[in-house]
């Protein structure tokens, strides 16, 4: 530990720390210690690989990360925003609680899995099963915005929360903008999508409506976050319409073992 | 009240890691760089296997097949040179260099031998008939040894290749083996967290035949179908793992039956059934009839794998991604992995990277390569037109 607090250094009020090399538990742990001491400003550089980044911290910070951080980063977390410059990879905000993170490029596979509040804004495109087993309970609501495409799965078995799916800043133009089998399972919450996706890539317990203008409203809202977020242009955003998907049946399976 | 935890809380949770690169212009460079790469992914493996596959990096020897094998004892050895003299014409051999670690704990004994098969009069008279060919004669030999003699396992076959692996943190099997002497211009690399099979010597990866090898993250769940399936062809699954299917799969499929690198994917990671209808007719019933022909060359279960010959380095995913891979490029040099970590620890700064669809695989052949097949095409192209 000694040598890795060298690569710390406290600046009025910022602590920044040359992650190059630091193993993922000491960087964890001079992270919790740090904000245990009432530090909130960090800024992560060189990171490259190293997982679990702020898991399970329940605190206020604020959370730059230069660098690809790994695998289930924010994961469990009620509180930071954590702003990644780059790429994230799989698990980001894996049962996150609270706080945000938002990513500058793409994400990688299962992103806000079982995820209960909080944000997850990616500018890119994301992996497979991204936004599943999202949950919500009254003013808890999950939500996650995609500014490019999704793989297969987006939203399986989805209980709650908002998924939001622009299709606009893909770095592939050959793809859909979701794979298939999109809400499967579904039984909460909503699916946003600019656009339309065609109906063989939707789960079949899915609904389809043009939103109300409350839910216009919300996604103004939300949108206007994400545009600030990443410096785009929020308008563009909303110069195109949206449909909902949404679960027909709250227990589309409820009669499957009743006879 | 007694809760009984048996878990452990510090455990890491995880799988395993690959990464692999390839210059396509056929430049080399050391195994210290792969070495990095795979060491980055450190935590998704846990000291049970951790191995590497190399190509050009006996270019003295490149006419020859370079055996590698390792024995449990001194008498396994014994007996399979008595095999070699008699089945091979062995040019060199010689111990495989490998340095004395703290980490590396009772290696077998490991050998090197180049060599080629010598010939049967019978074996002539098939390879003159157009039966077999030196290739199928070497499968044979390899197959002979890992079969009936006990303690010797032949873990590499091919020519100017080479795969080196054992129980251990792959960075701790490079500095074993002292990977950072060797060069060439394909790597492949598997850090190793064993799930259902042992963690032994041979049991990690890659697995090879001839100069396929083969790096997986995952489960063949299809494992029995597949190994009855090859059986039929003369091959013998013995090495308690399920991956072995996939290396004898890819030689079958591509070298014997001669498929493309494309054909043989959609073989081993076919699309859905509902896929088909939403393409044209021509393109779905030849993918039906991929389908029905070598259904039980299927591979079911989750997968990331990276295969490799002498000719390129080729990437894939299970049909529903279950198993991460990343692809990168930059100039003449293709990258894959299991994190993008991986790749930015050998290349800060990739010209383009992303997420491979499930099932589509990535394929990265070397220039001269793509350029003989590109003009192969050309040429059936030309040819059929003419007879149209």
């Known amino acids: ?24 538990k000491d960087l964890n742990k001079l992270i919790r210690e740090e904000i245990k001491g009432g530090s909130n400003l960090f800024e992560l550089t060189n990171i490259n690989g190293q997982r679990y980044l702020a898991d399970g911290i329940i605190a206020e910070a604020k959370i730059d990360v230069h660098g690809t951080p790994g ?50 804004h990616i500018k890119e495109d994301c992996g497979y099963r991204v936004g599943i087993h999202m949950k919500e309970y009254l003013d808890e609501v999950p939500v996650i915005i995609v500014g490019g495409k999704a793989g297969d799965f987006f939203g399986e078995y989805m209980a709650g929360g908002r998924l939001i799916l622009l299709g606009m800043f893909s770095k592939h133009p050959e793809r859909p903008i979701t794979g298939l089998f999109m809400g499967t399972g579904m039984h909460g919450g909503a699916i946003f999508v600019r656009g339309e996706v065609e109906k063989h890539r939707l789960g079949k317990e899915l609904g389809v409506s043009d939103p109300t203008d409350q839910e216009m409203d919300e996604l103004y809202y939300y949108l206007k976050g994400f545009a600030k977020d990443f410096g785009l242009d929020h308008k563009e955003i909303m110069a195109k319409p949206f449909k909902k998907y949404f679960p027909k049946s709250l227990r589309p399976y409820g009669n499957m073992y009743a006879y | 009240m007694n809760l009984n935890r048996n878990h452990d809380y510090t455990k890491d949770i995880s799988g395993c890691g690959l990464s692999g690169v390839i210059n396509r212009k056929g430049e080399r460079i050391s195994g210290s760089v792969v070495t990095r790469s795979i060491a980055n992914q450190h935590d998704r493996g846990n000291g049970l296997g951790g191995g590497f596959a190399a190509y050009g990096i006996y270019p003295e020897y490149k006419e020859l097949y370079a055996l590698h094998i390792m024995y449990d004892h001194q008498r396994s050895k014994t007996e399979t040179e008595e095999f070699l003299k008699e089945s091979l014409v062995v040019s060199h051999q010689e111990e495989i260099r490998t340095r004395v670690t703290e980490k590396i704990q009772s290696p077998p004994i490991l050998m090197r031998y180049f060599a080629h098969p010598d010939v049967t009069d019978e074996e002539k008279g098939d390879i003159d008939a157009g039966n077999v060919t030196e290739d199928d004669l070497m499968v044979k030999r390899v197959m ?36 950072e002497d ?38 063949i ?8 399936y090859l059986e039929m062809f ?16 890819l ?19 076919s699309p859905f059934w509902q896929e088909l209808e939403l393409i ?87 220039d001269e390569v793509r350029e003989k097949n590109d003009a192969a095409e050309r040429n059936i192209e030309r040819d059929t037109a003419q007879i149209n």
């Open chain 2, 234 to 249: 003369g091959y013998k699954c013995t090495l308690l793992t399920d991956t072995e299917v996939v290396a004898y799969l």
């Open chain 1, 71 to 120: 695998q289930d980063l924010g994961a469990f977390m009620n509180g930071p925003i954590i702003n990644i410059h780059n790429n994230a990879q799989d698990g980001v905000g894996n049962t996150m609680s609270g706080g945000k993170i938002a990513i500058n490029g793409m994400a990688g596979d299962v992103c806000g899995y079982g995820m209960r509040g909080g944000k997850i």
């Open chain 2, 182 to 219: 060797y060069k060439g211009h394909i790597w492949t690399a598997h850090n190793r967290f064993p799930t259902n099979s042992p963690g032994w010597w041979g049991g990690a990866h890659p697995f090879t035949i001839l100069d396929w090898s083969i790096v997986h993250n995952g489960e």
């Open chain 2, 221 to 228: 769940s299809s494992y029995g179908i597949n190994k009855r």
């Open chain 2, 251 to 269: 030689d079958l499929l591509i070298r014997k039956h001669g498929l493309s690198y494309e054909v043989a994917c959609l073989a081993l990671a």
């Open chain 2, 144 to 179: 002979h040894i890992n079969e009936t003699i006990d303690g010797a396992f032949v873990f590499s076959s091919g020519k100017n290749m080479g795969a080196f692996k054992g129980v251990g943190f792959p960075e701790d099997i490079s500095e074993f083996f002292m990977l």
């Open chain 1, 1 to 24: 530990m000694n040598d890795i607090s060298s690569r710390m250094e406290r600046k009025n009020g910022l602590v920044r720390i040359d992650s190059k090399g630091i193993y993922y």
């Open chain 2, 280 to 366: 044209d007719e021509e393109e779905a019933e030849a993918l039906r009839a991929i389908r029905m022909i070598y259904g039980p060359a299927l591979l079911n279960g989750p997968f990331a794998i990276l295969f490799a010959n002498n000719e390129g380095l080729v990437g894939l995913n299970d049909r529903v991604k279950l198993r991460p891979l990343v692809a990168a490029e930059k100039g003449d040099f293709t990258y894959m992995a299991s994190e993008e970590s991986a790749i930015r620890e050998i290349c800060p700064d990739p010209d383009r990277v992303w997420a491979p669809i499930a099932g589509e695989p990535v394929i990265a052949l070397l």
